[in-house]
Protein backbone atom coordinates (compact mmCIF):
# COMPACT_ATOMS: atom_id res chain seq x y z
CA UNK A 1 0.00 0.00 0.00
CA UNK A 2 1.24 3.38 -0.30
CA UNK A 3 1.48 5.84 2.55
CA UNK A 4 -1.99 7.73 2.09
CA UNK A 5 -3.56 4.37 2.51
CA UNK A 6 -0.95 2.90 5.48
CA UNK A 7 -2.03 6.56 7.51
CA UNK A 8 -5.40 5.68 6.46
CA UNK A 9 -5.58 2.36 7.79
CA UNK A 10 -3.39 2.75 11.04
CA UNK A 11 -5.18 6.41 12.13
CA UNK A 12 -1.20 7.77 12.08
CA UNK A 13 -0.68 11.08 10.23
CA UNK A 14 1.25 11.15 7.09
CA UNK A 15 4.09 13.31 8.58
CA UNK A 16 4.51 11.59 11.49
CA UNK A 17 5.11 8.38 9.42
CA UNK A 18 7.65 10.17 7.21
CA UNK A 19 8.83 11.28 10.53
CA UNK A 20 9.46 7.55 11.62
CA UNK A 21 10.78 6.80 8.52
CA UNK A 22 12.99 9.59 8.68
CA UNK A 23 14.28 8.41 12.48
CA UNK A 24 15.16 4.55 11.22
CA UNK A 25 11.88 3.11 13.57
CA UNK A 26 10.35 2.22 10.38
CA UNK A 27 12.15 0.08 7.87
CA UNK A 28 11.56 2.00 4.28
CA UNK A 29 9.03 0.77 2.05
CA UNK A 30 10.03 -0.80 -1.08
CA UNK A 31 10.41 1.65 -3.89
CA UNK A 32 7.91 1.33 -7.24
CA UNK A 33 9.26 4.27 -9.03
CA UNK A 34 11.97 6.93 -7.86
CA UNK A 35 9.66 9.16 -6.19
CA UNK A 36 7.12 6.40 -4.63
CA UNK A 37 7.44 3.38 -2.07
CA UNK A 38 5.39 0.53 -1.16
CA UNK A 39 4.57 -0.59 2.40
CA UNK A 40 3.24 -4.10 3.22
CA UNK A 41 1.80 -5.67 6.74
CA UNK A 42 4.80 -5.36 8.65
CA UNK A 43 5.21 -2.22 8.29
CA UNK A 44 1.35 -1.78 9.37
CA UNK A 45 2.34 -3.75 12.51
CA UNK A 46 5.60 -1.76 13.01
CA UNK A 47 3.58 1.77 13.00
CA UNK A 48 1.23 0.14 15.52
CA UNK A 49 3.83 -1.14 17.70
CA UNK A 50 5.71 2.30 17.80
CA UNK A 51 2.23 4.07 18.54
CA UNK A 52 1.11 1.95 21.49
CA UNK A 53 4.78 3.05 23.25
CA UNK A 54 4.55 6.19 22.48
CA UNK A 55 0.77 7.06 23.25
CA UNK A 56 -0.30 4.06 25.68
CA UNK A 57 3.07 3.52 27.60
CA UNK A 58 4.25 7.15 27.23
CA UNK A 59 8.03 5.93 25.86
CA UNK A 60 9.94 8.73 24.45
CA UNK A 61 10.27 8.50 20.97
CA UNK A 62 14.45 7.53 21.20
CA UNK A 63 13.36 4.74 23.65
CA UNK A 64 11.00 3.40 21.23
CA UNK A 65 14.33 3.39 18.88
CA UNK A 66 16.63 1.81 21.37
CA UNK A 67 13.51 -0.98 21.83
CA UNK A 68 13.11 -1.77 18.47
CA UNK A 69 16.80 -1.98 17.82
CA UNK A 70 16.43 -4.89 20.58
CA UNK A 71 13.86 -6.49 19.48
CA UNK A 72 15.45 -6.94 16.15
CA UNK A 73 19.19 -8.07 16.59
CA UNK A 74 19.75 -11.31 16.55
CA UNK A 75 22.32 -11.54 18.46
CA UNK A 76 21.30 -9.69 21.69
CA UNK A 77 20.47 -11.58 24.63
CA UNK A 78 17.07 -12.30 25.76
CA UNK A 79 17.98 -10.41 29.04
CA UNK A 80 19.43 -7.45 27.21
CA UNK A 81 16.66 -6.53 25.25
CA UNK A 82 14.26 -6.92 28.70
CA UNK A 83 16.70 -4.03 30.31
CA UNK A 84 16.14 -1.89 27.24
CA UNK A 85 12.18 -2.42 27.71
CA UNK A 86 12.80 -1.45 31.21
CA UNK A 87 14.86 1.47 30.69
CA UNK A 88 12.72 3.06 28.32
CA UNK A 89 9.58 2.98 31.12
CA UNK A 90 11.84 3.98 33.90
CA UNK A 91 13.41 7.55 32.85
CA UNK A 92 16.41 9.07 35.05
CA UNK A 93 15.35 10.57 37.91
CA UNK A 94 16.22 13.43 39.62
CA UNK A 95 17.37 13.64 43.42
CA UNK A 96 15.88 16.13 45.85
CA UNK A 97 15.12 14.05 48.84
CA UNK A 98 17.47 14.54 51.88
CA UNK A 99 20.25 12.28 52.85
CA UNK A 100 19.00 11.28 55.72
CA UNK A 101 15.32 10.13 53.84
CA UNK A 102 17.79 8.26 51.21
CA UNK A 103 19.81 6.29 53.42
CA UNK A 104 16.82 4.68 55.20
CA UNK A 105 15.19 4.07 51.89
CA UNK A 106 18.25 2.08 50.56
CA UNK A 107 18.92 0.57 53.94
CA UNK A 108 14.61 -0.30 53.48
CA UNK A 109 15.14 -1.44 49.83
CA UNK A 110 18.10 -3.33 50.29
CA UNK A 111 16.81 -5.50 52.82
CA UNK A 112 13.25 -5.91 50.73
CA UNK A 113 15.98 -7.60 47.97
CA UNK A 114 17.95 -9.77 50.57
CA UNK A 115 15.15 -11.58 52.17
CA UNK A 116 12.68 -12.31 48.79
CA UNK A 117 16.30 -13.46 47.37
CA UNK A 118 16.37 -11.47 44.17
CA UNK A 119 18.87 -11.17 41.99
CA UNK A 120 19.20 -7.46 40.90
CA UNK A 121 21.60 -5.46 38.93
CA UNK A 122 23.25 -2.60 41.15
CA UNK A 123 22.57 -0.32 38.26
CA UNK A 124 19.09 -1.11 37.40
CA UNK A 125 17.14 1.69 36.83
CA UNK A 126 14.17 0.70 38.40
CA UNK A 127 16.32 0.11 41.94
CA UNK A 128 16.84 3.27 41.87
CA UNK A 129 13.42 4.94 40.81
CA UNK A 130 12.26 3.01 43.98
CA UNK A 131 14.50 4.31 46.67
CA UNK A 132 14.02 7.72 45.02
CA UNK A 133 10.42 7.01 45.65
CA UNK A 134 10.49 5.69 49.17
CA UNK A 135 13.02 8.40 50.32
CA UNK A 136 10.79 11.24 48.59
CA UNK A 137 7.88 9.90 50.51
CA UNK A 138 9.93 10.26 54.29
CA UNK A 139 11.37 13.75 53.64
CA UNK A 140 7.04 14.27 52.73
CA UNK A 141 6.53 12.89 56.33
CA UNK A 142 4.74 10.04 54.38
CA UNK A 143 6.71 7.58 55.93
CA UNK A 144 3.75 5.25 56.80
CA UNK A 145 3.08 4.85 53.20
CA UNK A 146 6.21 2.90 53.05
CA UNK A 147 5.83 0.35 55.89
CA UNK A 148 3.84 -2.21 53.70
CA UNK A 149 6.38 -2.87 51.12
CA UNK A 150 7.15 -6.20 51.68
CA UNK A 151 3.43 -6.78 51.39
CA UNK A 152 3.29 -4.83 48.06
CA UNK A 153 6.51 -7.13 46.72
CA UNK A 154 4.11 -10.17 47.80
CA UNK A 155 1.34 -9.07 45.76
CA UNK A 156 3.90 -7.70 42.78
CA UNK A 157 5.29 -11.05 42.59
CA UNK A 158 2.22 -12.91 42.08
CA UNK A 159 1.53 -10.87 38.79
CA UNK A 160 4.90 -10.69 37.87
CA UNK A 161 5.35 -14.55 37.75
CA UNK A 162 1.59 -14.76 36.12
CA UNK A 163 3.23 -11.97 33.08
CA UNK A 164 6.42 -14.43 32.52
CA UNK A 165 4.32 -17.47 32.57
CA UNK A 166 1.98 -15.58 29.76
CA UNK A 167 5.12 -14.20 27.55
CA UNK A 168 7.13 -17.83 27.61
CA UNK A 169 3.88 -19.30 26.24
CA UNK A 170 4.61 -18.56 22.39
CA UNK A 171 6.22 -21.15 20.53
CA UNK A 172 9.07 -19.81 18.46
CA UNK A 173 12.03 -17.80 20.42
CA UNK A 174 11.33 -14.83 18.33
CA UNK A 175 7.80 -14.45 19.33
CA UNK A 176 8.88 -14.52 22.74
CA UNK A 177 10.89 -11.83 22.56
CA UNK A 178 8.91 -9.79 21.21
CA UNK A 179 5.87 -10.74 24.12
CA UNK A 180 8.65 -10.24 26.79
CA UNK A 181 9.38 -6.44 25.85
CA UNK A 182 5.72 -5.56 24.60
CA UNK A 183 4.20 -7.58 27.90
CA UNK A 184 6.95 -5.83 29.81
CA UNK A 185 5.75 -2.46 28.49
CA UNK A 186 2.42 -2.31 28.05
CA UNK A 187 1.76 -4.46 31.19
CA UNK A 188 3.18 -1.66 33.12
CA UNK A 189 0.04 0.44 31.90
CA UNK A 190 -2.51 -2.52 32.69
CA UNK A 191 -1.49 -2.86 36.28
CA UNK A 192 -1.72 0.98 36.77
CA UNK A 193 -4.92 1.01 34.80
CA UNK A 194 -5.87 -1.83 37.37
CA UNK A 195 -4.57 -0.02 40.73
CA UNK A 196 -6.67 3.56 39.82
CA UNK A 197 -9.91 1.44 38.60
CA UNK A 198 -9.75 -0.74 41.77
CA UNK A 199 -8.84 2.47 43.96
CA UNK A 200 -11.62 4.42 42.68
CA UNK A 201 -14.10 1.67 43.34
CA UNK A 202 -12.91 2.20 47.17
CA UNK A 203 -12.84 5.35 47.27
CA UNK A 204 -16.34 5.87 45.48
CA UNK A 205 -17.73 3.09 48.29
CA UNK A 206 -15.78 5.55 50.84
CA UNK A 207 -15.61 9.20 50.00
CA UNK A 208 -17.67 10.21 47.50
CA UNK A 209 -20.29 12.88 48.97
CA UNK A 210 -17.71 13.84 52.13
CA UNK A 211 -15.39 16.35 52.16
CA UNK A 212 -12.22 16.25 54.71
CA UNK A 213 -14.02 17.44 57.86
CA UNK A 214 -16.49 14.24 57.08
CA UNK A 215 -13.76 11.85 56.50
CA UNK B 1 14.93 31.89 54.22
CA UNK B 2 15.53 33.91 51.01
CA UNK B 3 14.98 32.35 47.71
CA UNK B 4 18.92 31.38 47.41
CA UNK B 5 19.00 29.00 50.54
CA UNK B 6 15.44 27.69 49.46
CA UNK B 7 16.95 26.46 46.43
CA UNK B 8 19.98 25.33 48.37
CA UNK B 9 17.96 23.36 50.92
CA UNK B 10 15.69 22.22 48.07
CA UNK B 11 18.01 21.55 45.26
CA UNK B 12 15.45 23.16 43.05
CA UNK B 13 17.89 26.32 41.35
CA UNK B 14 16.50 29.36 41.88
CA UNK B 15 14.91 29.81 37.85
CA UNK B 16 12.84 26.77 38.66
CA UNK B 17 11.57 28.29 42.12
CA UNK B 18 10.48 31.55 40.29
CA UNK B 19 8.69 29.46 37.74
CA UNK B 20 6.91 27.77 40.28
CA UNK B 21 6.23 31.13 41.58
CA UNK B 22 4.49 32.59 38.24
CA UNK B 23 2.50 29.79 38.18
CA UNK B 24 1.29 29.73 41.24
CA UNK B 25 1.97 26.22 42.26
CA UNK B 26 4.56 28.29 44.97
CA UNK B 27 2.55 30.38 47.86
CA UNK B 28 4.43 33.68 47.52
CA UNK B 29 6.40 34.62 50.14
CA UNK B 30 6.29 37.14 53.07
CA UNK B 31 8.21 40.19 51.40
CA UNK B 32 10.73 41.91 54.08
CA UNK B 33 11.20 44.66 51.40
CA UNK B 34 9.99 45.47 48.19
CA UNK B 35 12.64 43.69 46.55
CA UNK B 36 12.99 40.96 48.56
CA UNK B 37 10.91 38.26 50.06
CA UNK B 38 11.36 35.52 53.00
CA UNK B 39 10.21 31.77 52.31
CA UNK B 40 9.22 29.65 55.60
CA UNK B 41 9.31 25.33 56.02
CA UNK B 42 5.76 24.98 54.05
CA UNK B 43 7.59 26.53 50.99
CA UNK B 44 10.41 23.62 51.48
CA UNK B 45 7.81 21.09 51.54
CA UNK B 46 5.49 22.39 49.04
CA UNK B 47 8.52 22.68 46.56
CA UNK B 48 9.55 19.28 47.46
CA UNK B 49 6.14 17.94 46.89
CA UNK B 50 6.21 19.59 43.42
CA UNK B 51 9.50 18.05 42.25
CA UNK B 52 8.54 14.41 43.89
CA UNK B 53 5.22 15.04 41.29
CA UNK B 54 7.19 16.42 38.44
CA UNK B 55 10.74 13.97 38.50
CA UNK B 56 9.48 10.96 40.33
CA UNK B 57 6.03 10.32 38.73
CA UNK B 58 6.09 12.75 35.51
CA UNK B 59 3.42 14.83 36.07
CA UNK B 60 3.04 17.53 33.83
CA UNK B 61 3.58 21.10 35.50
CA UNK B 62 -0.45 22.17 34.99
CA UNK B 63 -1.66 18.45 36.34
CA UNK B 64 0.57 19.28 39.27
CA UNK B 65 -1.14 22.53 39.71
CA UNK B 66 -5.17 20.55 39.47
CA UNK B 67 -3.57 18.45 42.20
CA UNK B 68 -2.55 20.87 44.37
CA UNK B 69 -5.38 23.05 44.31
CA UNK B 70 -7.78 20.14 44.95
CA UNK B 71 -5.33 19.22 48.49
CA UNK B 72 -5.44 23.33 49.07
CA UNK B 73 -9.25 23.14 48.64
CA UNK B 74 -11.36 23.04 51.79
CA UNK B 75 -14.57 22.69 50.01
CA UNK B 76 -13.68 19.72 47.43
CA UNK B 77 -15.37 16.66 48.42
CA UNK B 78 -11.98 13.91 49.26
CA UNK B 79 -13.42 11.42 45.81
CA UNK B 80 -13.04 14.65 43.92
CA UNK B 81 -9.64 14.93 45.00
CA UNK B 82 -8.05 11.65 44.52
CA UNK B 83 -9.83 12.50 41.29
CA UNK B 84 -7.30 14.79 40.27
CA UNK B 85 -4.35 12.51 41.32
CA UNK B 86 -5.68 10.24 38.85
CA UNK B 87 -6.05 12.25 35.64
CA UNK B 88 -2.41 13.85 36.61
CA UNK B 89 -1.13 10.70 35.91
CA UNK B 90 -3.52 8.99 33.19
CA UNK B 91 -2.52 10.78 30.29
CA UNK B 92 -5.44 11.13 27.31
CA UNK B 93 -4.60 8.74 24.84
CA UNK B 94 -4.84 8.56 21.26
CA UNK B 95 -6.83 5.97 19.60
CA UNK B 96 -4.93 3.63 17.07
CA UNK B 97 -6.21 0.27 17.42
CA UNK B 98 -8.97 -1.69 15.28
CA UNK B 99 -12.45 -1.39 16.26
CA UNK B 100 -13.14 -5.15 16.54
CA UNK B 101 -9.82 -5.15 18.57
CA UNK B 102 -11.45 -2.24 21.12
CA UNK B 103 -14.82 -3.87 20.55
CA UNK B 104 -13.72 -7.52 22.47
CA UNK B 105 -11.49 -5.38 25.24
CA UNK B 106 -14.71 -2.96 26.23
CA UNK B 107 -16.43 -6.47 26.44
CA UNK B 108 -13.70 -7.91 28.68
CA UNK B 109 -12.95 -5.13 30.83
CA UNK B 110 -17.00 -4.67 31.55
CA UNK B 111 -17.52 -8.18 32.12
CA UNK B 112 -14.39 -7.50 34.74
CA UNK B 113 -15.87 -4.85 36.52
CA UNK B 114 -19.33 -6.72 36.56
CA UNK B 115 -17.77 -9.55 38.45
CA UNK B 116 -15.27 -7.59 40.79
CA UNK B 117 -18.70 -5.21 41.82
CA UNK B 118 -16.43 -1.84 41.14
CA UNK B 119 -18.17 1.11 41.32
CA UNK B 120 -16.96 2.73 38.54
CA UNK B 121 -17.50 6.45 36.89
CA UNK B 122 -18.10 5.29 33.32
CA UNK B 123 -15.63 8.67 32.02
CA UNK B 124 -12.88 7.47 34.26
CA UNK B 125 -9.47 8.13 32.50
CA UNK B 126 -8.16 4.94 33.53
CA UNK B 127 -11.41 3.26 31.99
CA UNK B 128 -10.50 4.32 29.17
CA UNK B 129 -6.85 3.24 29.27
CA UNK B 130 -7.10 0.04 30.08
CA UNK B 131 -9.35 -0.80 27.25
CA UNK B 132 -7.14 0.47 24.69
CA UNK B 133 -3.88 -1.44 25.86
CA UNK B 134 -5.94 -4.22 25.68
CA UNK B 135 -7.23 -3.25 22.34
CA UNK B 136 -3.44 -2.51 21.29
CA UNK B 137 -2.71 -6.01 22.76
CA UNK B 138 -5.09 -7.71 20.41
CA UNK B 139 -3.95 -5.41 17.38
CA UNK B 140 -0.85 -6.80 17.74
CA UNK B 141 -1.16 -10.17 17.97
CA UNK B 142 -0.73 -10.46 21.91
CA UNK B 143 -3.80 -11.81 22.57
CA UNK B 144 -2.71 -14.11 25.29
CA UNK B 145 -1.18 -11.43 27.16
CA UNK B 146 -4.54 -10.35 28.22
CA UNK B 147 -5.59 -13.76 29.22
CA UNK B 148 -4.68 -13.49 32.80
CA UNK B 149 -6.71 -10.08 33.69
CA UNK B 150 -8.67 -11.55 36.24
CA UNK B 151 -5.82 -12.84 38.13
CA UNK B 152 -3.83 -9.86 37.80
CA UNK B 153 -7.25 -7.47 39.40
CA UNK B 154 -7.03 -10.51 42.21
CA UNK B 155 -3.18 -9.52 43.21
CA UNK B 156 -3.54 -5.47 42.50
CA UNK B 157 -7.05 -5.11 44.75
CA UNK B 158 -4.81 -7.20 47.81
CA UNK B 159 -2.25 -4.09 47.59
CA UNK B 160 -4.50 -1.72 46.77
CA UNK B 161 -6.41 -2.45 49.86
CA UNK B 162 -3.73 -2.04 51.97
CA UNK B 163 -2.87 1.07 50.42
CA UNK B 164 -5.89 2.13 50.92
CA UNK B 165 -5.40 1.37 54.95
CA UNK B 166 -2.52 2.86 55.00
CA UNK B 167 -3.27 6.57 53.67
CA UNK B 168 -6.66 6.47 56.09
CA UNK B 169 -4.21 5.57 58.98
CA UNK B 170 -3.73 9.67 59.42
CA UNK B 171 -5.39 10.97 62.47
CA UNK B 172 -6.39 14.30 60.76
CA UNK B 173 -8.91 14.95 57.65
CA UNK B 174 -6.32 17.26 55.91
CA UNK B 175 -3.84 14.77 56.19
CA UNK B 176 -5.73 11.83 55.17
CA UNK B 177 -6.55 13.96 52.08
CA UNK B 178 -2.75 14.72 51.03
CA UNK B 179 -1.80 11.12 52.09
CA UNK B 180 -4.21 9.84 49.80
CA UNK B 181 -3.32 11.98 47.15
CA UNK B 182 0.34 11.44 47.05
CA UNK B 183 -0.03 7.93 48.25
CA UNK B 184 -2.21 7.91 44.93
CA UNK B 185 0.12 9.27 42.80
CA UNK B 186 3.97 8.00 44.34
CA UNK B 187 2.53 4.74 44.73
CA UNK B 188 2.30 4.00 41.48
CA UNK B 189 6.35 4.68 40.67
CA UNK B 190 6.67 2.15 44.00
CA UNK B 191 4.25 -0.48 42.59
CA UNK B 192 5.77 0.01 38.37
CA UNK B 193 9.41 -0.21 40.25
CA UNK B 194 8.41 -3.52 42.43
CA UNK B 195 7.39 -4.62 39.41
CA UNK B 196 10.49 -4.55 37.29
CA UNK B 197 12.19 -5.37 40.18
CA UNK B 198 10.62 -8.90 40.44
CA UNK B 199 10.60 -9.23 36.60
CA UNK B 200 14.52 -8.62 36.65
CA UNK B 201 14.80 -11.04 38.72
CA UNK B 202 12.96 -13.67 37.41
CA UNK B 203 14.90 -12.76 33.76
CA UNK B 204 18.33 -12.35 35.87
CA UNK B 205 17.64 -16.15 36.41
CA UNK B 206 16.12 -17.56 33.37
CA UNK B 207 17.66 -15.65 30.47
CA UNK B 208 20.86 -13.68 31.66
CA UNK B 209 23.16 -15.19 28.48
CA UNK B 210 20.44 -16.60 26.28
CA UNK B 211 20.39 -15.33 23.09
CA UNK B 212 16.43 -15.37 20.96
CA UNK B 213 17.80 -19.26 19.69
CA UNK B 214 18.51 -20.59 23.20
CA UNK B 215 15.53 -18.81 24.98
Redesign the interface.
Known sequence: MRIAELSRV???PVPTIKYYLRENLLPPGELTSPNQASYGEAHL?RL??I??LV??A?VPVARVKDVLEGLDS??????DK??RA?RA???Q?????TSAAREAATAQVTAL?NT?G????PE????T??I???A??R????E??T???D???D?????????????T??PA??E????VV???I????????????????????R?????????
Chains 1, 2 share one sequence.
Open positions: SGVRRLRADLQETMPLHIGHITPRQLTSIRWSIDAPALTLETLALTLDQHLDSLSYAAVEKFTELEVAAVSRPDIAESIGTLGETIIASLRLLAQESISAKWKALTDDQA
